[in-house]
């Protein structure tokens, strides 16, 4: 079982950053494959970023390249999402969420844990 708790989202203005936090609690933190979906009002909820249970692979949407960067840090069961030239279009509610294995996945039916997210908006 994993548990996951996300944090760092508000409200930032156009151009600006954030640096989103999921805290994960398990023994076996270190062998799953970790993402970050988001889900905006009346759009589905779909994949920004994932990374290995390594940190050696790691995938990020074509939307949010060159601006989104994710990272881990197995010691202290953290997976970051940084978030910078934030665009109104990247408001939305941010979810991190783990599946078992060592492959990245961007498919939500691939996770099995959730955490309850995070909102982030960006104003204009």
């Known amino acids: 079982q994993v548990q996951l708790v996300e944090s760092g989202g508000g409200l930032v203005q156009a151009g600006g950053s954030l640096r989103l936090s999921c805290s994960a609690s398990?023994?076996?933190?270190?062998?799953?494959?970790m993402g970050w979906f988001r889900q905006a009002p009346g759009k589905e909820r779909e994949s920004v970023a994932a990374?290995?249970?390594?940190?050696?692979?790691?995938y990020i949407a074509d939307s949010v390249k060159g601006r989104f960067s994710i990272s881990r840090d197995g010691a202290k069961n953290m997976v970051y999402l940084q978030m910078n030239g934030l665009k109104p279009e990247d408001t939305a509610v941010y979810y991190c969420?783990?599946?078992?294995?060592?492959?990245?996945?961007?498919?939500?039916?691939?996770?099995?844990?959730w955490g309850q997210g995070t909102q982030v908006t960006v104003s204009s």
């Open positions: 969420a783990a599946r078992a294995g060592q492959f990245v996945r961007v498919a939500i039916e691939d996770y099995a844990y």
């Open positions: 398990g023994r076996t933190f270190r062998t799953y494959t």
């Open positions: 990374i290995s249970w390594s940190g050696g692979d790691t």
